[in-house]
């Protein structure tokens, strides 16, 4: 408890210089009024902040489920990942084909990775990488409270002398008790961002400007790799600084609990800045304005 305060000022001013970062003008994308395309931006952003507006709701339900020793405040931050999926994903599904003309279609491959924000996707795929390891190494060492419950409790075993030994342990532990059921809804969550996605480049064209056709696409993709991100990175610095004391707070750790206690108490404050870069893609997204005509 005593780390996560100390490093909570920490946190705060990473979120504050990312997100001031974050609001530096862009160049704005014009849409014509009154076009199709025109529609399809207001369609899709309304459906957007409604799913961040349910994300919300959602993460306020889980934060106020009695008796889960935590797990609904581990599953918060998941739960309002994915009111934003269902958003951007229900504003792409409301995208309908333009009424066909006399000519025929042009063939055209679009690829997911042609539309992702490249430098997001990557940290978002190492946050994801390094959930998953954490969360195999808090299971496998994990071991059952005083009540039984699987996974709640680091324990070690300290030799003094070939005759003495005792067993000191530390809890509340970031186990099979809390890593089954969010691993289950990462999972879940990433398997509805990669929907999300074929949606994105699966809906059709509008037959009018394909270049900001194909901008509408990239800021709907970049919210779905946002709320990935978000998805990951919330539970992944959670865990890591609940790991970080457990380890760091053992008297007599065995060789690797130090080296790892120190290496999860600095991906607290990384993953807090993954947290703030996807929120500020995610409300702060390229501007996209409207002008007077359809040329």
Known sequence: MRVAVLLLPVLLAVAVVLLVAA???????????????????????RWRWGGIASGVVLAVVALQVPDTLG??????A?????????????GELRVVAPPRSGRSASLEVRRVRDYLPPRLSVAVGVGV????????????????DDLGRAGRRLVQVCVATAEVTRTVGRGPWPGSFY???????VLAGLAASAAALQQ?????????DAEVDDVLRTDAAAAVVAASGIL????????????????????????????????TLLAVPLAAALVAWCAAALVMPRRIGARHGTG
Do not use: H, N, Y
């Open 232 to 263: 990951i990175a919330v539970p992944l610095a959670g865990v890591s600084a609940i790991a970080s004391m457990g380890l760091l707070g053992i008297d007599c750790p065995s060789w690797w609990m130090r080296g790892v206690g120190w290496l």
């Open 200 to 208: 994105i480049v699966r809906r059709p064209r509008q037959g009018e």
């Open 78 to 90: 998941p739960m309002f990942a994915f009111g934003v999926l269902a958003g951007v994903l229900g």
């Open 23 to 45: 609001v530096r003008p862009q160049p704005a994308v014009v849409v014509p009024e009154g076009s199709r395309l025109a529609s399809v931006r207001q369609r899709t952003s």
């Open 71 to 76: 797990r609904g405040t581990m599953l918060a």
């Open 129 to 144: 990488i390094a959930l998953g390891l954490l969360l195999a190494l808090t299971t496998a060492v994990g071991s059952p």
């Open 179 to 185: 890593s089954v059921p969010l691993a289950t809804v």
